[in-house]
């Protein structure tokens, strides 16, 4: 089915491990996003990238990694994982031409112990 | 910075009230402005504003774009206790020849019936 799935949903993890979490669109989209959402902050952008091999920071990007070596993909990597990375992430792609939208995934809830 | 400011960040009203909710912006390349509404999990898409002054419409809620003052209104009319949500404001903006989407804090609505 045509969407955008990230995995895993949900995932407990010790400090210091590493984690990945996986983005996949399908739509062949240029653009994607991976956001983290905490309450009082709303959704912060951690990195996105316009293209395969093509990524930028976003406003929270200490401590994550990101790459992108197929257009569908767009995994996040948190390199030794903290408490306070502790959150919910979204991924989102959007196809980049004026007037399309922005579609979100269903999220992944990471909890660090 | 860019910035993106919702208003207000929390409302509770009785089913049947109509609100408003705000967003104001002030960014760097403009492209265009977006509502998603956000239950327990992913937000989802509500409506895309890029022109001043046409609202958009769907069912009880509607939103307009003001980009001479830098604002956005979402109006939910007759409320319902299905309409309690966090509501998001996002901008769509480009820099450095990519696109990014920048995210408010939200407006967290509660009806009571």
């Known amino acids: 089915d045509a969407g955008i799935t990230q995995s895993p949903r949900y995932k407990i993890t010790e400090t210091g491990r590493q984690v990945t979490l996986m983005c996949h669109q399908t739509w062949s989209h240029s653009y994607m996003f991976w956001y983290r959402q905490d309450l009082g902050h709303g959704l912060r952008l951690i990195y996105y990238?316009?293209?395969?091999?093509?990524?930028d920071k976003g406003e929270v990007p200490d401590g994550y990694v990101v790459s992108r070596s197929k257009t569908e993909n767009f995994p996040l990597t948190l390199e030794s994982a903290t408490r306070s990375q502790t959150s919910v992430y979204f991924c989102?792609?959007?196809?980049?031409?004026?007037?399309?939208?922005?579609?979100f995934g269903e999220g992944s809830w990471l909890t660090v112990v | 910075e860019d910035k993106v400011v919702q208003s207000p960040l929390s409302l509770v009203v009785h089913e049947g009230d109509t609100v408003t909710l705000n967003c104001s912006y002030e960014v760097t390349n403009f492209r265009s402005l977006l509502w998603y509404k956000q239950e327990k999990k992913a937000p989802t898409f509500l409506f895309m504003l890029?022109?001043?002054?046409i609202e958009k419409k769907s069912g009880r809620l509607s939103s307009i774009l003001d980009k001479k003052e830098l604002f956005s209104i979402l109006n939910i009319t007759a409320t319902q206790t299905g309409d309690s949500a966090i509501y998001l404001c996002a901008v769509l903006l480009t820099q450095g020849g990519s696109e990014k989407l920048v995210f408010g804090k939200g407006t967290k609505l509660t009806v009571n019936p």
């Open positions: 890029t022109s001043s002054g």
């Open positions: 990238s316009a293209a395969a091999d093509i990524t």
């Open positions: 989102a792609s959007y196809g980049g031409t004026s007037g399309n939208t922005i579609y």
